[in-house]
């Protein structure tokens, strides 16, 4: 008898007995709304800011209602106008393209390396071409680029890079927090993500206007006093008439169940990290896989985990996943015909202009990917490993 994998691929862990309790301190208050605070608490949300702020070292900082969000808002803080070329990764989520989509504004898709970050040869390229003033860098799957080459490219280009931060909260290039690179960084705190809180997401920045729109833009409703990660209130004064509310707050209640979770945050890391090593370790060397190399400047959250088997065509491929499946262990491939569950292929966001990505294309066609929930032991990361090995023979 083969052996086949019980574990369950999107089980998160519980939320833990101190996010419990202040969950229920909120509930008990009745107060769920951010600005709804008794006098002298700070509330839940611009603790959480603050929090924030400091784990990442950045000067203001803005929690919202989702990830999608706050990657809307940052392109309004910038004033992205319909039409306007916005470029970004050919290979991402559909909320990431979506934001871009939802002010009007034109995404322009930027070729994936082999190891999934942005193509910096095909990054120039774009710039150049399309006279885009905004990037919006995905680091999709946890995998970041050499993130001092692409801010070269983007100083000489006269981009600002948006940093769409969803699989990377608590990872670094070169010592510096992913979402710190850029001039805004946007992260994600839904149940998939790095903390969980449902739906959720945050935003940081140090540029005192630009977190002075994104908190008008959230809907402040002037009382942007209350905020503990925001610039002074004179920074609101030149722009509080005129920026208009889309209202996305956080609530106190996702707040508080944050809090305890962004203090463990290192601990998770951690974990996944070695989940993560226990999947490599099982599946170097194994014949006809492709790992990801990762570079030294690169601490990354292992959440999750890819490989590609190139060489198999589509048949050889679905019959893979099949197998695979079939044993327990559920594979997301991103070559498959029709997105079935997610969407992360340039080529399904058909509201979007048509553009040729052979290179990504490539990658795409073979490539594979798992969750690793930290409810995975790193005796099941090898067990799956163990199966995968198994099933490439086949
Ligand atoms: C999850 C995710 C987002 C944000 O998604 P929300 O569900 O809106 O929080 C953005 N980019 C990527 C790559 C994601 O995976």
Redesign the pocket.
């Known amino acids: 008898m083969s052996e086949r994998f019980e574990g369950n691929f999107t089980q998160q862990e519980p939320i833990s007995e101190d996010a419990i309790a202040a969950a229920v301190a909120v509930l008990r208050s009745g107060r769920l709304h951010r600005y709804n605070t008794a006098s002298n608490e700070p509330g839940e949300v611009a603790l959480l800011e603050q929090e924030f702020a400091a784990f990442t070292g950045a000067k203001y900082c803005l929690a919202v209602a989702?990830?999608?969000?706050?990657?809307g808002c940052a392109l309004r803080a910038l004033d992205v106008a319909p039409n306007e070329p916005v470029l970004t990764n050919a290979f991402?989520?559909a909320?990431?393209p979506g934001a871009i989509a939802a002010l009007g504004a034109r995404p322009v898709f930027v070729e994936g390396t082999e190891n999934l970050t942005i193509d910096l040869d095909d990054l120039t390229a774009k710039a150049k071409a399309s006279g885009a003033r905004v990037l919006m860098l995905?680091?999709?799957?946890g995998h970041l680029c050499d993130m001092d080459a692409l801010m070269e490219i983007a100083r000489a280009h006269d981009l600002r890079v948006i940093e769409?931060c969803?699989?990377t909260m608590g990872a670094s290039w070169a010592g510096v927090p992913s979402g710190r690179h850029g001039v805004i960084g946007?992260y994600?705190?839904?149940t998939?993500?790095h903390i969980n809180s449902g739906?959720?997401?945050l935003i940081v920045t140090d540029d005192p206007e630009l977190a002075a729109r994104m908190i008008l833009l959230s809907g402040s409703y002037m009382m942007y006093p209350r905020h503990l990660a925001a610039p002074a209130p004179e920074v609101f004064e030149a722009l509080k008439y005129d920026t208009p509310n889309v209202s996305g707050r956080m609530d106190s209640l996702r707040a508080a169940i944050l809090r305890p979770q962004l203090a463990e945050l290192p601990e998770r890391v951690a974990r996944w990290n070695r989940l993560y090593g226990a999947m490599e370790a099982g599946l170097t060397g194994a014949p006809g896989v492709a790992l990801s190399e990762r570079s030294q400047a690169e601490h990354y959250v292992g959440s999750s985990f890819q490989f590609r088997l190139p060489g198999r065509d589509g048949e050889r491929m679905a019959d893979f996943v099949a197998r695979c499946a079939a044993r327990g262990v559920e594979l997301k491939w991103f070559g498959a015909d029709e997105p079935a569950g997610f969407t992360?292929r340039h080529d399904s966001w058909r509201y979007a202009e048509a553009q040729a990505m052979p290179k990504t294309d490539a990658v795409l066609a073979t490539l594979l990917d798992l969750r690793l929930p930290l409810t995975f032991s790193e005796s099941d990361a090898a067990q799956i490993a163990r199966i995968i090995r198994d099933e490439l023979s086949g």
Do not use: I, N, W
């Open positions: 989702s990830g999608g969000y706050a990657l991402t989520l909320p990431v995905s680091h999709m799957r769409d969803a699989h946007c994600s705190t839904q998939y993500k739906e959720g997401g992360s």
